[in-house]
């Protein structure tokens, strides 16, 4: 669900999804309902059945206590480590903060799963992890974010608004306290990653392209989802 919520790729760890949508998993979201359930029955078998603004209170303090508890197994994650570690230190800002939308570029970049060489590489879709636009060995979202030469243009309005640090947990404190570093990595993020999309489709759409560059529709999509089991 977490996943659908930030439209992410279906290859995004259950971590990092729940941590951008700002939804804990569900089974701290469980203890919260198991800790006000007990609680309400335990008032009423002692003849004082609690008021609803008690009960709200009894699920906001459950719901702080497994933020906090969310927040330290945030500390060692089993997967999604880079986006999961820059949310941990400001966890509870980001499920507080009131742009709740993130677009869909923008979790390519948050999660680095999207038209990145590595991604990519990583999934057959690429022979090499390399950079397509500045021949960098590997290209990764933080080496679009912060290093690739390609984007330097698109990078002097966002270092202009959020400093010149852009590892990602600098970027991510930046956007949960200031609607101007948002509204830059946001335009930063649209318009490099649209660029991004287009020449993946064009070399998609390459004739001479590798077999395994190409778009796979119809026949060639069933035969190559065949190999993979």
Same mark, same amino acid.
């Given at each position: 669900?977490?996943?659908? +919520?930030?439209?992410?790729?279906?290859?995004?760890?259950?971590?990092?999804?729940?941590?951008?949508?700002?939804?804990?998993?569900?089974?701290?979201?469980?203890? +919260?309902?198991?800790?006000?359930?007990?609680?309400?029955?335990?008032?009423?078998?002692?003849?004082?059945?609690?008021?609803r603004q008690? @009960?709200?209170? #009894?699920?906001?303090? %459950?719901?702080?206590?497994?933020? /906090?508890? #969310?927040?330290?197994q945030m *500390?060692?994650?089993?997967?999604?480590?880079?986006? +999961?570690?820059?949310? *941990?230190? &400001?966890?509870?800002? #980001?499920?507080?903060?009131?742009?709740?939308?993130?677009?869909?570029?923008?979790?390519?970049?948050? $999660?680095?799963?999207?038209?990145?060489? =590595?991604?990519?590489?990583?999934?057959?879709?690429?022979? !090499?992890?390399?950079?397509?636009?500045?021949?960098?060995?590997?290209?990764?979202? *933080?080496? !679009?974010?912060?290093?690739?030469?390609?984007?330097?243009?698109q990078r &002097?309005?966002? $270092?202009?608004? @959020?400093?010149?640090?852009?590892?990602?947990?600098?970027? &991510? =404190?930046? @956007?949960?306290?200031?609607?101007?570093?948002? /509204?830059?990595? =946001?335009?930063?993020?649209?318009?490099?990653?649209?660029? =991004?999309?287009?020449?993946?489709?064009?070399?998609?759409?390459?004739?001479?392209?590798?077999? @395994?560059?190409?778009?796979?529709?119809?026949?060639?999509?069933? %035969?190559?989802?065949?190999?993979?089991?």
């Open positions: 669900m977490a996943k659908r +919520v930030i439209r992410a790729y279906c290859t995004v760890s259950r971590e990092a999804a729940c941590a951008l949508a700002g939804t804990p998993p569900w089974e701290l979201e469980a203890e +919260v309902l198991a800790e006000v359930y007990h609680r309400t029955a335990a008032a009423r078998r002692s003849g004082n059945p609690p008021a008690e @009960i709200e209170h #009894w699920r906001k303090e %459950a719901r702080d206590a497994i933020i /906090d508890k #969310w927040s330290d *500390q060692d994650p089993g997967a999604g480590h880079r986006t +999961v570690l820059a949310l *941990q230190p &400001v966890l509870r800002a #980001w499920i507080e903060r009131h742009r709740g939308f993130l677009p869909y570029r923008m979790v390519q970049v948050l $999660t680095g799963h999207g038209c990145f060489g =590595k991604y990519l590489h990583n999934i057959g879709r690429e022979s !090499t992890a390399g950079c397509h636009h500045c021949g960098s060995d590997t290209d990764t979202a *933080q080496h !679009t974010l912060e290093e690739c030469p390609a984007w330097a243009g &002097v309005a966002l $270092t202009a608004a @959020i400093g010149l640090d852009l590892s990602l947990p600098t970027v &991510v =404190k930046t @956007i949960v306290d200031n609607d101007t570093g948002f /509204d830059a990595f =946001k335009t930063f993020c649209e318009s490099v990653m649209l660029e =991004k999309e287009m020449a993946e489709r064009a070399r998609e759409e390459d004739p001479l392209a590798d077999p @395994i560059r190409r778009r796979r529709t119809g026949r060639r999509r069933r %035969a190559f989802a065949r190999n993979l089991i």
